[in-house]
């Protein structure tokens, strides 16, 4: 009866934006007097297409390459498919993930009416996981797009994709959660959780309203042993996909925004601590020299609870609210401090194309999902130690699994003393196994070991 009621309220909605766009109309029941979405479908799929990548991966290295004498086997090639959007008719515009995309040195889109066609890379953006192509085609339809900020957790979605390369394929569910985080520390992340099925080939699809709206690009599951589906998938809001594609087709790469701060999430703790009356929220650790939030008069042990007047709900939102700001614009940060709610105008620094973890960040692996930072005048073991700050540490990144916290101070890395972001790097570049990290923590020494 739910379905049928929620059909009966869509039955009125009809979108006629133009030719390219998919006129959506869904009716209470067919010929047959059966309860559908299927005219919903047939009119949003014709933007949902088939990715097809070719890519080259070395052979396999064997003791024969060595052998003056042996010719090694040439390059071998990889395929592999995935789905994309058509979220611009007239220009052949098509989103995707960027890990559908990241290796390949061939890209082939194909429509549902069997045109396929050679794709060019317009840009990709691995913090956010997606990518931009652009086909050189006519009569292509586009889906009409939503606004992913007027969801709300239970509204009912479609996932389209082609999952295992067995051709279009369709999966229904509600959205399970919103602003979901932490899932890649190295990524600005920003998810719709969905029960809607999305497996493997799905990456890139559509996921849309029963009004037809695309308000998602999927792109991730979680499953257990790598398995299939278990009910617990992920989209990037088409809001923020939409943010990178403008990047993508102006500069070919996504230009972030920088504050210029050391933050953590406002807890209940240092709420009361701070005297703070808000829920959400990120607190300032410390403030980077001559960086906009110095400038603006930003303090260590400041709140910060809005960015142009839009809550901000921890350390990982206020990342994402800046990071996909573009250098030099002008935000609003409106910020607690002594119990008094401030607000200061702060214009952005240039901070790189890079992802959150990556950028000051080193030792790829053993230090993914950290960041790093010069300890300066505004960390308390200024002047009495040298070592790096960890600025910001992803929960549950092999370094937290190992004891390290925002705030500690690395002295030395293998008992080599450690000055500059530099050193770490020099360091851990030419080391292997485990890694032993001297921290400096509330005016302790401890001794933290990261094992392979």
């Given at each position: 009866?739910?379905?049928r ?8 909605l ?13 009716a ?14 047939d ?7 088939n ?36 979220v ?12 559908v ?47 992913s900020e ?5 509204d ?7 999952p ?9 569910g ?10 890649n ?10 029960d ?39 989209a ?20 972030r ?35 906009p ?43 607690i401090r ?16 890079t992802?959150?973890a ?16 010069p ?32 705030g500690d ?44």
């Amino acid at each position: 009866m739910l379905l049928r009621s929620l059909l009966i309220l869509f039955m009125s909605l009809g979108i006629a934006v133009g030719p390219s766009v998919a006129q959506v109309t869904t009716a209470e029941s067919d010929a047959r007097g059966i309860p559908t979405i299927a005219p919903l479908i047939d009119a949003v799929d014709d933007a949902v297409v088939n990715i097809a990548v070719v890519s080259e991966r070395a052979a396999q290295s064997t003791p024969l390459f060595r052998d003056p004498f042996f010719q090694p086997f040439p390059p071998q090639r990889q395929l592999s498919a995935g789905s994309g959007v058509i979220v611009d008719a007239r220009d052949g515009y098509v989103l995707t993930n960027n890990h559908v995309v990241e290796n390949a040195d061939e890209i082939r889109v194909t429509l549902r009416d069997k045109r396929s066609f050679d794709a060019e890379l317009v840009g990709r953006d691995p913090a956010t996981d997606i990518a931009l192509l652009r086909i050189e085609a006519d009569n292509l339809t586009e889906v009409p797009l939503g606004d992913s900020e007027d969801l709300l957790v239970g509204d009912f979605v479609v996932a389209i994709g082609n999952p295992f390369g067995l051709g279009q394929t369709v999966t229904s569910g509600i959205i399970s959660a919103l602003g979901r985080s932490g899932i890649n520390p190295e990524a600005y992340e920003d998810f719709i959780q969905t029960d809607a099925s999305i497996n493997p080939g799905n990456s890139g699809g559509a996921l849309i309203t029963l009004d037809g709206k695309l308000i998602g690009i999927n792109t991730a599951i979680i499953a257990p042993n790598g398995g299939g589906n278990v009910g617990i998938g992920f989209a990037v809001p088409i809001n923020m996909a939409l943010t990178v594609k403008d990047q993508l087709v102006e500069f070919g790469e996504v230009q972030r925004g920088r504050l210029g701060v050391i933050i953590r999430d406002l807890t209940h703790d240092l709420a009361l601590a701070l005297g703070v009356e808000a829920e959400t929220g990120a607190v300032i650790s410390s403030v980077e020299p001559d960086t906009p939030a110095d400038r603006a008069g930003l303090e260590a042990g400041d709140a910060i609870v809005a960015v142009d007047g839009a809550a901000v709900e921890g350390s990982a939102d206020l990342r994402k609210k800046v990071g996909l700001r573009r250098p030099d614009d002008e935000v609003e940060i409106t910020y607690i401090r002594d119990g008094v709610r401030k607000t200061a105008d702060v214009r952005l620094a240039d901070g790189g194309t890079t992802s959150p973890a990556t950028r000051d960040s080193i030792g790829g692996e053993a230090l993914a999902g950290v960041q790093l930072a010069p300890l300066d005048r505004s960390h308390p073991a200024w002047g009495s130690i040298e070592g790096v700050v960890v600025s910001e540490i992803a929960p549950g990144s092999r370094a937290a699994r190992a004891g390290l916290e925002a705030g500690d101070v690395i002295t030395a890395v293998n008992r080599q003393p450690v000055v500059t972001v530099r050193d770490v790097d020099r360091i851990l570049r030419d080391t292997q196994g485990a890694i032993a990290l001297t921290v400096v923590r509330d005016g302790r020494l401890m001794l933290i070991v990261l094992r392979s």
